[in-house]
């Protein structure tokens, strides 16, 4: 009897061993896959911010182009303009 009642003991406690190294395998594989999706998720946010935010800096390099380009042109043409008046003189 007794020894029955330590053999039952001692199969319900490798049952209960086993059933937590299963859990706690299951818990790891889910914790894991669950970290990889919010990893992928992470790393595409942010190329997607880093493609907005390359946009807006080719855009303001390409206003400022135009801005420098206009500038350029308006400096010439009064060079252009002082040359002519000093040939008229």
Same mark, same amino acid.
């Given at each position: 009897?007794?020894?029955a009642?330590?053999?039952?003991?001692l199969?319900?406690?490798l049952?209960?061993?086993?059933v937590?190294?299963v859990?706690s395998?299951?818990s790891?594989f889910?914790?894991?896959?669950a970290l990889?999706?919010k990893?992928?998720?992470?790393?595409s946010e942010?190329?997607?911010e880093?493609e907005v935010l390359?946009k /807006? $800096?080719i855009? *303001?390099? @390409? /206003? $400022?182009?135009f *801005?420098? @380009?206009?500038?350029?042109?308006?400096?010439?043409?009064?060079k252009?303009?002082k040359?002519t008046?000093?040939e008229n003189?």
């Amino acid at each position: 009897m007794i020894i029955a009642k330590i053999a039952l003991e001692l199969t319900d406690l490798l049952v209960c061993a086993g059933v937590f190294l299963v859990g706690s395998v299951i818990s790891f594989f889910l914790f894991h896959v669950a970290l990889r999706r919010k990893r992928e998720k992470l790393i595409s946010e942010a190329e997607a911010e880093a493609e907005v935010l390359r946009k /807006e $800096k080719i855009l *303001q390099a @390409k /206003e $400022k182009f135009f *801005q420098l @380009k206009a500038e350029h042109e308006k400096y010439i043409g009064e060079k252009n303009n002082k040359i002519t008046q000093s040939e008229n003189r």
